[in-house]
């Protein structure tokens, strides 16, 4: 079940690159450096949250807080920058808080039994809400590239030669993300508990403690994201990043993670990440709003979902 490809494995690459074909004839300039550099862009800070929710979707879960979690962790990084703290040591901070985050709808969703959704909405709100009362509802700033502690912004942002920093780090953790899901333990139990979590617990394994450690691994992804933003963008507004969740998810279900637990892959949400860039980029260079993307998105995740749906009738048919 692990390695099986199914429709939406093998559409989405397809997809990709009847896409960038697509935009490359009808777009505006868009077949060039300057808009692959764009693409790329917009790319890193989704992808790695997309990595870390693709554990937890195929345990069969969700996490809607990945986006306020980031960007809280990021706002109170900046917070204590500005009150004389070490930069690398707020950049450490930012995964240290997110990852607590994560810990923390752990303990809601497999300890105290709340449902998913219900308990990462939750904390999404919480978490939204608890950047603003911190820095009372005041925007913190990362120093820029001219500062003295600047040096942080172009380790993680972009090379000398205009590169984007954070998509090579996206790959090094798509990497990491890939073996931990497909090589170790951790990944084993992952598809275990979103296949049947409760044979898993029958055969003596300690489902609270992994599923607890499947949203730690999400926050951590989430504090990774939150440090390729505040090096990309220098300034975090209090009570953000509601919405950005959307983004990842949407990643993943298009890379043919099964919103029902136990199919999916790294290399699919990698997919899945570069199609909606290049589904944004594109709409972009043919002059449309931001809107339509948002359209498109959507539209693209429904039907992503009902192949899920048709292949899980499928599947069930064939077992009965």
Do not use: C
């Given at each position: 079940m692990k390695t099986k490809l199914n429709i939406q494995q093998i559409l989405a690459p397809a997809a990709l690159v009847i896409l960038?074909?697509?935009?490359?004839?009808?777009?505006?300039?868009?077949?060039?450096?300057?808009?692959?550099?764009?693409?790329l862009d917009s790319t890193y800070y989704v992808?790695?949250?997309?990595?870390?929710?693709?554990?937890?979707?195929?345990?069969?879960?969700?996490?809607?807080?990945?986006?306020?979690n980031m960007m809280m962790s990021a706002l109170l990084a900046g917070y204590f920058y500005t009150k004389g703290l070490n930069i690398w040591i707020c950049i450490a901070l930012i995964v240290?808080?997110?990852?607590?985050?994560?810990?923390?709808?752990?303990?809601?969703?497999?300890?105290?039994?709340?449902?998913?959704?219900i308990?990462?909405?939750?904390?999404?709100?919480?978490?939204?809400?608890?950047?603003?009362?911190?820095?009372?509802?005041?925007?913190?700033?990362?120093?820029?590239?001219?500062?003295?502690?600047g040096a942080y912004k172009a380790?993680?942002?972009?090379?000398?030669?205009?590169?984007?920093?954070?998509?090579?780090?996206?790959?090094?953790?798509f990497a990491v993300a890939s073996i931990l899901l497909s090589k170790t333990r951790f990944g084993r139990y992952t598809y275990a508990l979103g296949s049947n979590e409760e044979a898993v617990r029958l055969s003596g394994v300690d489902t609270k403690r992994w599923k607890t450690l499947v949203y730690a691994v999400c926050g951590l992804f989430c504090g990774l994201s939150g440090i390729v933003y505040a090096a990309t963008y220098t300034t975090i507004i209090p009570g953000t990043g509601n919405g950005l969740e959307m983004n990842a998810i949407a990643a993943v279900i298009i890379g043919g993670t099964s919103m029902?637990?136990?199919?999916?892959?790294?290399?699919?949400?990698?997919?899945?990440?570069?199609?909606?860039?290049?589904?944004?980029?594109?709409l972009m260079s043919m002059g449309l709003q931001g809107h339509f993307q948002t359209f498109f998105t959507g539209l693209v995740v429904i039907l992503a979902v009902l192949l899920d749906i048709y292949r899980n009738k499928r599947t069930n048919a064939v077992k009965k």
């Open positions: 960038y074909i697509f935009f490359a004839l009808f777009g505006n300039n868009f077949f060039s450096a300057s808009t692959l550099v764009s693409i992808g790695l949250m997309a990595f870390g929710i693709t554990f937890v979707i195929i345990t069969g879960g969700i996490d809607l807080s990945i986006g306020t240290v808080i997110a990852t607590l985050v994560g810990v923390l709808n752990g303990i809601l969703i497999s300890r105290l039994k709340l449902p998913p959704f308990a990462t909405l939750g904390v999404m709100m919480m978490t939204q809400g608890f950047g603003s009362i911190i820095t009372k509802v005041q925007t913190q700033r990362f120093p820029s590239g001219f500062d003295a502690d380790f993680f942002y972009k090379t000398s030669a205009g590169f984007p920093s954070g998509i090579i780090y996206m790959l090094i953790f029902s637990g136990g199919i999916g892959t790294m290399s699919g949400t990698l997919i899945g990440t570069l199609l909606m860039s290049v589904l944004k980029t594109g």
